[in-house]
């Protein structure tokens, strides 16, 4: 009898990464906070980083990430009370400070009136320009991909971003937990797990509900595994003193491989972004 469900039981060990990938990164979207736009500041050049970013003004939950935008002559003191009260709360922050070295050092020691507004969370700009800007988005999207949390899909403009950080990060990540594990087995059941999440996590940020393409899409990576072991075992054999390399490289370039898929894959069927309604 215990024999009938030996298939069973491999079937689910096969599956439970995967399905845990799929519910996990679908509410997480649910319960990811808001880009708003802090209080204080430069206005009008808060206004043009709200329409890159697609962030609302507002109040802004300990969940959310606050932006703010700091120049010569603003009210940066109103700014660094604002961002402070919501690093206090447990938010994340950026100020984008603009100016000259000059001025960008007197704008520095007005936000560091507030103890909780430290160098670290500054982003130093001449201007903003369209180069500046699109450091912006990507100072942004790795704040969020660090943090672990996505954003809501209401709020798509960043969504590119997110999602290349996301591939990124996981590559290298997978790539070196391979270079270090010599169980191949052992390593491929992690991969798996771990482009699972990530093409999960890709498909949540376009897709407001479960369907086909996004469960289709991470049930087909468990097929990976077992070809990255087999690819690996035939590499390291024919050049055995190379194995780290070949585990760490070969782990990484199928990572990426994934990220990109799961990026065109949800970009075909995603749901039109509120800007485009």
Do not use: C
């Amino acid at each position: 009898m215990a024999e009938n469900f030996t298939p069973v039981r491999a079937g689910l060990r096969w599956a439970r990464p995967l399905a845990t990938a799929v519910v996990k990164a679908h509410f997480d979207a649910r319960r990811a906070g808001e880009l708003v736009i802090a209080g204080g500041g430069d206005a009008r050049e808060a206004s043009r980083v709200a329409e890159l970013l697609g962030a609302r003004r507002g109040h802004a939950a300990p969940g959310d990430v606050m932006v703010g935008v700091a120049a010569p002559h603003a009210a940066n003191h109103d700014l660094a009370v604002a961002v402070g009260d919501h690093r206090r709360a447990g938010g994340e922050a950026l100020v984008v400070v603009i100016g000259t070295p000059v001025q960008r050092r007197v704008i520095e020691r007005e936000l560091r009136a507030d103890r909780d507004v430290g160098i670290s969370v500054m982003l130093m700009v001449d201007a903003l320009d369209a180069a500046d800007l699109v450091r912006v988005r990507r100072r942004v999207a790795n704040m969020i991909v660090t943090r672990g949390e996505g954003l809501r899909r209401d709020y798509a403009s960043l969504q590119p971003d997110i999602a290349r950080q996301m591939e990124h990060r996981t590559a290298l990540r997978v790539g070196v937990r391979a270079a270090l594990v010599a169980d191949t087995e052992r390593s491929a059941a992690g991969m798996k797990s771990s482009h699972a999440r990530l093409a999960a996590d890709i498909a949540s940020i376009t897709d407001a509900n479960f369907d086909a393409k996004a469960v289709g899409l991470v049930a087909a990576l468990g097929l990976l595994a077992p070809a990255w072991r087999a690819g690996a075992g035939r590499l390291t054999a024919l050049v055995p003193f190379t194995r780290i390399a070949v585990r760490g490289g070969i782990a990484y370039s199928v990572t990426r491989l994934v990220g990109i898929g799961a990026q065109r894959v949800a970009a075909l069927g995603r749901a039109p972004h509120q800007e485009e309604r």
